[in-house]
C-alpha cells in the first residue's frame, strides 16, 4: 500500500493567494502612507512600483512558488536607515501589517504567522550586524 504525504499548504495560499497580497499591500500603504511618523519615508516614491516590488515580496516570503529578483532587505532599506529609520518606525510598520491583516479579515493564527515572517527581516532592514 502506498502512502501518500500531505502537504502543509503555504502561507501564501492559506491567507488566500495573489489577490489577498495585492490587498493587503495596497491597505497597508494606504495606511503608512496617512501615518505621519512614517509617512516621510515614502515622499518621492513611486508608489506603484513600490507597491509591485512589496507583492512580489511578500507573495515570496509567504511560500508562493516564485522566486524573488528584488534587492535584500539590507541594501533595499539602506538609504531609509541613513534617512533614521530605527526601531520605532519598523514597530510601526508591523503594526500597520496586522491591522491590514485583520481588515481583511485573516485568522488570527495567521496573522502571528505573518507577523513572525515579518519580524524576522528586523536585523536586515534596519541595518544591524
Known amino acids: 500500500m502506498e502512502t501518500q504525504q500531505k502537504t502543509t499548504p503555504s502561507l ?16 497597508f500603504y ?6 505621519e511618523r512614517v509617512r516621510y519615508f515614502f515622499n518621492g516614491i513611486d508608489m506603484e512600483k513600490q507597491a509591485y516590488k512589496l507583492k512580489g515580496f511578500i507573495a515570496y516570503a ?12 539590507r541594501n533595499a532599506h539602506a538609504h531609509l536607515v541613513e534617512d533614521g529609520l530605527n526601531e520605532g518606525h519598523f514597530n510601526i ?11 481583511l479579515g485573516v485568522p488570527e493564527e495567521l ?5 513572525a515572517i515579518a519580524e ?3 536585523h536586515d532592514v ?3 550586524e
Open 12 to 27: 501564501f495560499e492559506r491567507i488566500g493567494g495573489m489577490d489577498a497580497v495585492n490587498a493587503a499591500v495596497d491597505i
Open 30 to 35: 494606504a495606511k503608512v502612507r496617512a501615518d
Open 62 to 73: 509567504f511560500g508562493a512558488k516564485m522566486a524573488y529578483t528584488g534587492k535584500s532587505m
Open 93 to 103: 510598520v508591523m503594526q500597520h501589517l496586522a491591522a491590514t491583516l485583520q481588515e
Open 111 to 115: 496573522i502571528l504567522e505573518a507577523g
Open 120 to 122: 524576522s527581516t528586523r
Open 126 to 128: 534596519l541595518g544591524y
